[in-house]
């Protein structure tokens, strides 16, 4: 079974400060892994997935997350936070041998200004 | 222009009552989910159609039933609503059932059940 792990329910970062957002995965078959965003009353929206190939995978908005199967991780960074990033945050897991996605609990991004 | 639309955006109602919620995606796809978010934020997957045929059926009460009268089309009806079903109600949309495809999410049905 696939399930994902997000640390952290709520992060606050400083506006311009360097955000991570840790996603952890299990899967005994290689996994396909997602990062949406979620706007207040809106839907999810894609920021990027890694699928196969280059494992720095660069998204939307200036997000990049990188895959790590030593470390079953898919952490979410950008550089510089800007406030248009307060949002919440989801990483999802499925795999080549299945047909849906496995969500973590999500992560809520408050910048402080 | 809206790839995947759901109506209506919102929809409080009493306990018992039956309501549906209705999606389209113009987006030409061929699968469709219907996802529910809690209160805290939980997404968890509640039905799967390719071509019209389901395909995910994960453990939700009877009460809700999907219909897919065609593959830009998924229908969800609920029957008898408990204060329990008060959440919002995602559809989304992938080009096929494959689980490397991305999903495209619609804005989302906030139910109150009171």
């Known amino acids: 079974a696939q399930s994902v792990t997000q640390l952290g329910s709520h992060v606050s970062v400083s506006e311009g400060a360097l955000v991570l957002l840790r996603c952890n995965y299990s899967?005994?078959?290689?996994?396909?892994l997602f990062w949406y965003v979620q706007y207040p009353n809106q839907g999810l929206q894609l920021l990027l997935k890694?699928?196969?190939?280059?494992?720095l995978v660069k998204g939307i908005n200036g997000f990049e997350a990188e895959f790590k199967k030593s470390e079953t991780s898919f952490h979410l960074t950008k550089p510089s936070a800007h406030m248009s990033d307060a949002a919440e945050y989801f990483c999802?897991?499925?795999?080549?041998?299945?047909?849906?996605?496995?969500f973590g609990t999500g992560t809520s991004l408050t910048v402080i200004p | 222009d809206t790839a995947v639309s759901q109506t209506p955006k919102y929809l409080v109602t009493q306990m018992g009552n039956d309501k549906s919620i209705k999606c389209e995606q113009n987006?030409?796809?061929?699968?469709m989910y219907w996802y529910k978010q809690d209160s805290k934020k939980f997404l968890k997957i509640m039905f799967s159609?390719?071509?019209?045929?389901?395909?995910i059926n994960e453990t939700v009460p009877n009460r809700f039933s999907p219909k897919s009268p065609d593959k830009a089309h998924l229908n969800l009806h609920i029957n008898s609503l408990e204060l329990g079903d008060s959440a919002v109600y995602f559809c989304?949309?992938?080009?096929?059932?494959?689980?490397?495809?991305?999903?495209?999410f619609g804005p989302g049905t906030r139910l109150t059940v009171l």
């Open positions: 999802a897991v499925s795999v080549v041998t299945g047909n849906q996605f496995y």
């Open positions: 899967s005994s078959v290689p996994p396909y």
């Open positions: 989304a949309s992938s080009p096929s059932s494959g689980s490397y495809n991305e999903q495209f």
């Open positions: 890694y699928t196969t190939g280059a494992t």
């Open positions: 159609y390719n071509n019209k045929e389901l395909i």
């Open positions: 987006l030409g796809h061929d699968t």
